[in-house]
């Protein structure tokens, strides 16, 4: 029996990593979005999968919310010396990815295999797949123009206003087979959407052929939670893009976006007085305590969770 | 006036550093070896013109003989647990290099031009060229079959012996025509060949095309300072390689290599006596101390260079 967990960076990691200690080993598969991908300094980046494996593989720098625990910055020091583009830190263990990855990349290895190699040697339990293996790459449409996601996200450090997203590519990037294994798999147990950015994170693996309808005529339960908590997005630009997109920014606003997608939203204490509301879109609403300050947090959010699926979602 | 200095790694860099602190700003131009050059992880290392720059920038490190001083190694420690290749170091802060250099070679800029902008930002004074914009690729030829250089001399320890060396592609790479301007210039004072392996750090240097030709011809004072002081060399594989080709392993044997091609050669006093038969090889032997163990040294001897080339050689 398998779980499939769709995420993107911190908030699906989180969840990710307390479904991989709540599971045995493998019966997690986790489909990680590639949208956030980019070129730079000549290396492929790919900040979500890199989250979701080093959260996995107990590297993660927690407070930070990217990157490794214990990382030095002697390569960003002496890259601004040389005059070198250091708007995106890369710290010395974290290149080492990057490099590694960039390398086996032009040598003409798929980036699902070499995320499979990398997670196998650092001893992760779950399965790790990129949405894809061809590149899609997700695009801010601002008043300022067309920014490529992290120019947008971490360059601009989310300041122009967002007008629309889209996903360069994703009419020419087949889903991973793997992905549809998953999916179609008999002994697939539940999907779980993670409390990732709906239009950045989730949208990107939804928008892959065939993912939506396959999801809307699932026969498994199907969960997501909420990424917004109180009104306000625990990390990362969630709450502003909704209300830029012009969606209420609550997990109202968050479970609309996966009408008919998902049999149960959860949504977080603090939100339980949107239960009618959110049930009135045809989705049952369960209310559990969403924030994961800790891994006790996470474990305990993924054995609710698993529980709730269990019992049909 | 200026001086052209032929240089190779570290033996090169030290009189190299002498001569731009004897020297004032501009007076030096280093033509430095690229045949040591190659592609490892993706990255184009460089790892004499590297020697040179940080040299001249004060960032080597000198007990090491390569790379930058106060390096940290989380790289290496990551890469090792990813699987990577592993055999050749390359410290956080020394990455930045390679990172920004294999970007802009990438982007179409030449070797030179990166040197230039590199060596400017980190405030070098002497200018700093690489033989050539093509790629020269050193190999050595073994009873275990040709390697390439960096394999030879880091992987393998120059463990395996040399049969003979040759320069792939030297036929198709052009010197850099700021090095033949340099060469021609009639400001050119003096043409020094630093005590860097003849066999595979001047070597390549001389057999770009017409090199040779233009320093036995050049009527400017040629001097070249032996890299072997008493039979031994200071830093490197010089030793073995003179053994394993069947030269002398001695300063001799070095001189041999230059003849017809310096006025003046310079050996250390430990090597005093071998001045007759090396006159005996139609060049002046100049007795200096050679052995550069600090800036002291390596501008003392610089200077006692410079006088001999005023002097005529």
């Not at 489909?31 to 730079?40: I, L, P, R």
């Not at 997670?119 to 992760?124: C, E, F």
């Not at 949208?203 to 306000?232: E, F, H, M, Y």
Request: aromatic letters at 4%; hydrophobic letters at 50%; proline letters at 4%.
């Amino acid at each position: 029996m398998t779980i499939l967990t769709l995420a993107g960076g911190v908030g699906g990691a989180k969840l990710a990593l307390g479904l991989d200690r709540a599971l045995t080993a493998g019966e997690q598969t986790v489909v990680v979005n590639t949208g956030d991908d980019f070129e730079h300094l000549g290396l492929h980046i790919a900040p979500d999968i890199d989250t979701v494996v080093y959260t996995l593989a107990g590297l993660a720098n927690r407070e930070q919310g990217w990157g490794r625990q214990g990382e030095s910055w002697a390569f960003m020091a002496a890259l601004g010396a040389l005059g070198g583009e250091a708007w995106f830190n890369l710290g010395d263990g974290d290149l080492a990815m990057h490099v590694t990855r960039t390398e086996r990349l032009r040598g003409g290895e798929a980036l699902s295999s070499i995320t499979a190699d990398i997670a196998a040697r650092l001893g992760i339990a779950s399965r790790i797949l990129p949405m894809s293996d061809q590149p899609v790459r997700t695009v801010i449409e601002t008043p300022e123009g067309d920014l490529a996601f992290q120019h947008w996200f971490v360059r601009d450090r989310c300041g122009p206003t967002v007008r629309a997203v889209r996903f360069a590519g994703i009419e020419a990037a087949a889903p991973l087979p793997a992905f549809l294994d998953a999916l179609r798999a008999s002994g697939l147990k539940a999907l779980v959407i993670a409390p990732s950015n709906p239009f950045v994170s989730i949208a990107p693996i939804l928008g892959l052929a065939g993912i939506d309808t396959a999801i809307r005529v699932l026969r498994r339960p199907r969960l997501a939670v909420s990424p917004i908590v109180g009104g306000a997005a625990i990390k990362g630009p969630a709450a502003k893009m909704l209300a830029e997109l012009g969606h209420d920014v609550s997990a109202l606003g968050v479970a609309r976006c996966y009408a008919g997608l998902v049999d149960t939203f959860v949504v977080d204490g603090a939100d339980a007085g949107l239960k009618p509301e959110i049930e009135a879109l045809g989705m049952r609403c369960a209310v559990l305590d969403t924030v994961m300050r800790n891994d006790a947090d996470k474990e305990r959010l993924a054995r609710a969770i698993l529980a709730l699926a269990e019992n049909g979602a």
